[in-house]
């Protein structure tokens, strides 16, 4: 069975500070992984995706992703936050498999002035 | 470009009572899938379907739930009899069957009372 674990559930940062969400995964397969955003009172949107590939993942707004299958991680990074990032960030995976998505528990970036 | 639509996008009802969601999903997507969230925590599976019938579904989704697709269009969530655990915002998803990669709408929020 496959499994998510982000380890920060809150992340505060100043705006233009770089920051990284943490994510591990595991799985006995091979995997496909997905950051998804969720900002206030709004549904799930795709910011970046792997599959195959080059392990470095470029998203939208400016985040990108580095999958490193010996640490089973999947980090998101974005070199210097907005405001406009304060949202919650979910990690999430499937595997080739099944068609099903297993989420983490989630980090919320709060992005202060 | 296209996007999965859900409605009501609130509803509150009381305990015992019947309710339906409902979702229609991008056009030419074959997968579809229900998740919830209970406020505060991560975004659970429930169910996917194909082929107008459950592919997989969670502990979660027990003999209270189930999923119709009754039409080329819509895809219902129905919750037979409603309890307060339930109160949630429950995500319709689809996917085009080639990479994992889900759309997910709005989503519905249900509150129990």
């Known amino acids: 069975a496959q499994s998510v674990t982000q380890l920060d559930s809150q992340v505060p940062v100043f705006e233009e500070a770089p920051v990284e969400l943490r994510c591990n995964y595991s799985s006995s397969v091979s995997v496909y992984l997905f950051w998804y955003v969720q900002y206030p009172n709004q549904g799930l949107q795709l910011l970046l995706k792997?599959?195959?590939?080059?392990?470095l993942v470029k998203g939208i707004n400016g985040f990108e992703a580095e999958f490193n299958k010996s640490q089973t991680s999947f980090h998101l990074r974005k070199p210097s936050v907005h405001i406009s990032d304060t949202a919650e960030y979910f990690c999430?995976?499937?595997?080739?498999?099944?068609?099903?998505?297993?989420f983490g528990t989630g980090t919320r970036l709060q992005v202060f002035p | 470009e296209p996007e999965v639509t859900q409605t009501p996008s609130h509803q509150v009802t009381q305990m015992g009572q019947e309710v339906i969601l409902r979702c229609v999903p991008i056009?030419?997507?074959?997968?579809f899938y229900w998740y919830r969230q209970i406020l505060g925590q991560k975004v659970e599976f429930l169910v996917s379907f194909y082929n107008n019938e459950i592919s997989e579904k969670s502990e979660i989704f027990d003999d209270q739930f189930s999923v119709e697709r009754p039409d080329g269009s819509n895809f219902t969530l129905k919750i037979r009899s409603t309890k307060l655990e339930d109160s949630a915002m429950y995500f319709c998803a689809s996917n085009r069957g080639l990479d994992g990669e889900l759309f997910f709408g709005e989503g519905s929020r249900l509150t129990v009372l």
């Open positions: 999430a995976v499937s595997d080739q498999n099944t068609d099903k998505l297993i």
């Open positions: 792997y599959l195959s590939g080059s392990t």
């Open positions: 056009s030419n997507h074959l997968y």
